[in-house]
């Protein structure tokens, strides 16, 4: 079943690759951009900002789904993400769409259990996961006044764009033979592979007839521990000849020592600070009530996955 969706934030990462999923299955997709996106493609672009949601309603026209692909700056995500998710809840209604909403695994907390299963108690310890209950209470009481909306929990983003722990931490130094990994190397942690999960959403759209008013899934993407990541880094780095055939890549850790010590200056590390515990607990996302719904997400192999990933970032130079 195709429709069309509007994509609040398609110039993002998540946004980018939504646009891609919807596109290939046939959907009419609208994205919703602060500044003309690279590429153009068959979409239909608006350039009106969200605070006008009337007017980008209106232009929109018969909208089945909106996807809310906004992110705020990091520093500013406390103060910003429920104002932008209760925007996105409201064009939702003016266009009498399902709301599709990506969550994190932040509403969990530091005392998470190895598996978060979608009954899993939130009971976040960070400010950022304290608004992430509060944005998902927000969207649960919407869909009591009438709205319909859909949580897709995921883990961090890979393989589209630029701007995560992927690429500005662990794979920053890789053409020099080199990794950083921010935790320890026997923990697993909860990864999203976008293609995959762009597509899960498409799978979850198409799916809206069978939807409840407000449904929580979780997308279960990849969970290596880090010696499981760097290994799949490794097969790429020797493939490019970044390293010899069985060699391995110099493996770095975060020096979070001074990462907190600077964050008494710089807003962007004191956040990632905060969210240390994220790489210190081990943690992976079950995927049963998609599964109920009889959505299967698509799964690139891990090794495939990162390979996609880290030519993207590293392209071959021409000739
Ligand atoms: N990143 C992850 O690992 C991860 C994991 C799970 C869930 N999520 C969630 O997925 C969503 C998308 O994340 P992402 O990583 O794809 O985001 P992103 O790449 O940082 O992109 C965010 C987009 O939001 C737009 N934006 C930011 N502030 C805005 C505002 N005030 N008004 C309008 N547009 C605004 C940006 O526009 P410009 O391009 O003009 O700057 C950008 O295109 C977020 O809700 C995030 O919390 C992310």
Same mark, same amino acid.
């Given at each position: 079943?195709?429709? #069309?969706?509007?994509?609040? =934030?398609?110039? /993002?990462?998540?946004?980018?690759?939504?646009?891609?999923?919807?596109?290939?299955? @046939?959907?009419?997709?609208?994205?919703?951009?602060?500044?003309?996106?690279?590429?153009? @493609?068959?979409?239909?672009?608006?350039?009106?900002?969200?605070?006008?949601?009337? $007017?980008? $309603?209106?232009?929109?026209?018969?909208?089945?789904?909106?996807?809310?692909?906004?992110?705020?700056?990091?520093?500013?995500?406390?103060?910003?993400?429920?104002?932008?998710?209760?925007?996105?809840?409201?064009?939702?209604?003016?266009?009498?769409?399902?709301?599709? &909403?990506?969550?994190?695994?932040?509403?969990?907390?530091?005392?998470?259990?190895?598996?978060?299963?979608? #009954?899993?108690?939130?009971?976040?310890?960070?400010?950022?996961?304290?608004?992430?209950?509060?944005? !998902?209470?927000?969207?649960?009481?919407?869909?009591? %006044?009438?709205?319909?909306?859909?949580?897709?929990? $995921?883990?961090? &983003? &890979?393989? $589209? /764009?630029?701007?995560?722990?992927?690429?500005?931490?662990?794979?920053?130094?890789? #053409?020099?033979?080199?990794?950083?990994?921010?935790?320890?190397?026997?923990?697993?942690? *909860?990864?999203?592979?976008?293609?995959?999960?762009?597509?899960?959403?498409?799978?979850?759209?198409?799916?809206?007839?069978?939807?409840?008013?407000?449904?929580?899934?979780?997308?279960? +993407?990849? #969970?290596?521990?880090?010696?499981?990541?760097?290994?799949?880094?490794?097969?790429?780095?020797?493939?490019?000849?970044?390293?010899? *055939?069985? *060699?391995?890549?110099?493996?770095?850790?975060?020096?979070?020592?001074?990462?907190?010590? +600077?964050?008494?200056?710089?807003?962007?590390?004191?956040?990632?600070?905060?969210?240390?515990?994220?790489?210190?607990?081990?943690?992976?996302?079950? =995927?049963?009530?998609?599964? !109920?719904?009889?959505?299967?997400?698509?799964?690139?192999?891990?090794? %495939?996955?990162?390979?996609?990933?880290?030519?993207?970032?590293?392209?071959?130079? *021409? /000739?």
């Amino acid at each position: 079943m195709s429709g #069309s969706v509007l994509v609040l =934030g398609a110039n /993002g990462r998540l946004g980018g690759a939504v646009m891609k999923a919807f596109e290939a299955a @046939g959907w009419k997709c609208v994205g919703q951009v602060r500044r003309a996106p690279a590429a153009r @493609g068959k979409a239909q672009w608006l350039e009106i900002p969200l605070e006008d949601s009337a $007017a980008l $309603a209106q232009a929109a026209g018969r909208i089945d789904c909106v996807l809310h692909a906004v992110n705020p700056p990091y520093p500013q995500w406390h103060a910003h993400a429920l104002p932008l998710a209760r925007r996105a809840l409201d064009i939702a209604r003016r266009l009498d769409a399902l709301l599709l &909403f990506p969550g994190n695994v932040y509403n969990f907390g530091a005392g998470m259990p190895p598996l978060l299963t979608e #009954s899993t108690p939130q009971e976040p310890t960070a400010r950022k996961g304290r608004v992430r209950v509060e944005i !998902e209470a927000m969207l649960r009481e919407g869909a009591r %006044a009438g709205a319909r909306c859909a949580v897709l929990h $995921a883990g961090d &983003f &890979f393989g $589209a /764009g630029h701007g995560a722990w992927f690429d500005l931490i662990i794979a920053k130094s890789l #053409s020099q033979g080199r990794v950083v990994y921010p935790g320890r190397l026997d923990l697993a942690h *909860a990864w999203a592979y976008l293609p995959d999960l762009a597509r899960a959403f498409v799978a979850l759209a198409q799916a809206r007839a069978r939807l409840a008013p407000f449904e929580v899934c979780h997308f279960a +993407g990849h #969970s290596p521990t880090g010696a499981q990541l760097i290994a799949a880094f490794t097969a790429w780095a020797r493939a490019r000849g970044i390293v010899a *055939a069985g *060699a391995q890549l110099q493996t770095k850790t975060m020096p979070w020592g001074l990462i907190r010590l +600077g964050g008494t200056i710089v807003p962007m590390w004191r956040e990632l600070v905060e969210m240390r515990y994220l790489w210190d607990v081990p943690h992976r996302l079950g =995927g049963e009530r998609l599964r !109920e719904l009889g959505v299967e997400p698509t799964h690139t192999p891990l090794e %495939a996955a990162v390979a996609q990933a880290l030519d993207a970032l590293f392209p071959r130079p *021409a /000739g």
